[in-house]
């Protein structure tokens, strides 16, 4: 009988490498070593310092390509003192695993490798099983997911569907997928006016005034109620500011940003041009200059219900006793990249304690989300 692969000890042997973003701390060697035993054609994509691991079983252009997504690289562990274990030691006690990652995302990692490996170790699938796992998804993502799927592009590697492994569950195991994602996009205003006394603000252009005259007119109105499978879009101003010591100098320049979260009724082009005509409003009115930088980190994205989110949905409620609600909540992913290249829906563990202090994911868990991605493996190749 072929042994089965542990997803506990693999989650503790990952959360043993130091792999705090950029750094691939051995955690990508150890997977390697892990999916080349079992058959799986491995290559390292690495680029710009990033360290990403492509893996194959099956062959190359098979008609049916299964794909796991997923990162393990992990934020910083922040103030150490106030962990009550090594955030890098695995320590289990009552049941929970400790340590950074523990929960985003080496725990999923391990549980989709590991049914993985057993799958095609025991029921070769007529198909091909690929996991992309990156280094770089906590950063930038810029040199991770992407560069794994330029080099599928270049390489002629493809999936047909993929699962992300992301913690997507609120506080119950098994009640949430997520079948897309809002968009997120940052706006920099830059006011320039000109400097004065402020006794005398009628020989000055305050570009404070304008600034806030412009965020209440960003936030004046909603900027949509919601679309079919998205809750509203939201505006948030995260700054105003000038750096003025002085409490009676008009300053000459300020400063403001926004982070907006937007649905699929929006795009980062709309949304871009949208501030940049309420920004040359403003000051059309005011006679301060006010510069706009858009950062669009990812755009909106939707894989509307059907077969394959059934499909999934299914093996979750077989496993976990719990049917999932289809949900587009929550901040971004690396479904984003994904999408433009197969659908893609993500499910994954509890996450309440991602990024915290005393990370920790429940064990039994970790075998149930085993569960889940064996039995969608099995019923996606039936």
């Known amino acids: 009988m072929t042994q089965k692969t542990d997803p506990v000890a693999l989650t503790a042997a990952l959360i043993r490498c130091p792999s705090v973003t950029p750094d691939e701390g051995g955690a990508l060697q150890l997977l390697e070593r892990e999916l080349s035993a079992a058959g799986f054609a491995c290559t390292r994509v690495d680029r710009g310092g990033i360290a990403n691991l492509f893996a194959r079983w099956g062959a190359r252009g098979a008609n049916r390509s299964f794909g ?150 960003l936030e004046e109105k909603p900027l949509d109620e919601g679309t079919a499978h998205f809750d509203a879009s939201t505006l948030a101003i995260t700054t105003i500011d000038c750096g003025n010591p002085a409490t009676n100098v008009i300053p000459a320049k300020g400063t403001a940003v926004v982070n907006i979260r937007f649905n699929d009724a929006h795009s980062g082009a709309t949304l871009t041009q949208w501030l940049t005509d309420q920004a040359a409003a403003v000051q059309a009115e005011t006679g301060v200059q006010i510069a706009v930088k858009v950062s669009i980190s990812g755009e909106s994205f939707l894989t509307p219900p059907g077969e394959f989110s059934a499909l999934v949905r299914a093996a979750v409620a077989a496993e976990t006793g719990v049917t999932p609600e289809y949900s587009t909540s929550g901040g971004t992913s690396d479904a984003r990249f994904v999408k433009d290249h197969c659908p893609v829906v993500e499910f994954g563990l509890v996450g309440k304690t991602m990024h915290q202090v005393d990370e920790r994911v429940e064990v039994a868990q970790i075998h149930q989300l085993k569960a889940v991605y064996s039995r969608i493996l099995r019923d996606y190749f039936a």
Request: hydrophobic residues 45%; negative net charge; charged residues 20%.
């Open 68 to 217: 796991f997504n997923g990162h393990t690289d992990v934020v910083p562990v922040g103030d150490r003192a106030a962990w009550t274990q090594d955030p890098f030691g695995a320590a289990v006690i009552d049941g929970w695993m400790y340590g950074r990652g523990a929960t985003d995302m080496k725990s999923g990692v391990a549980a989709f490798v590991a049914a993985a490996v057993d799958f095609v170790r025991t029921t070769p699938p007529d198909g091909a099983v690929v996991l992309t796992i990156t280094g770089d998804e906590e950063a930038d993502a810029e040199d991770g997911t992407v560069a794994l799927l330029d080099w599928m592009a270049a390489n002629g590697e493809r999936m047909t569907h993929c699962l992300v492994g992301e913690p997507t569950c609120p506080a119950t195991m098994g009640e949430m997928i997520k079948i897309g994602r809002r968009g997120s996009l940052t706006a920099w205003f830059q006011a320039t006016g000109v400097q004065g006394h402020s006794a005398y603000p009628h020989r000055a252009k305050n570009p404070m005034s304008a600034l806030v005259k412009l965020m209440a007119r």
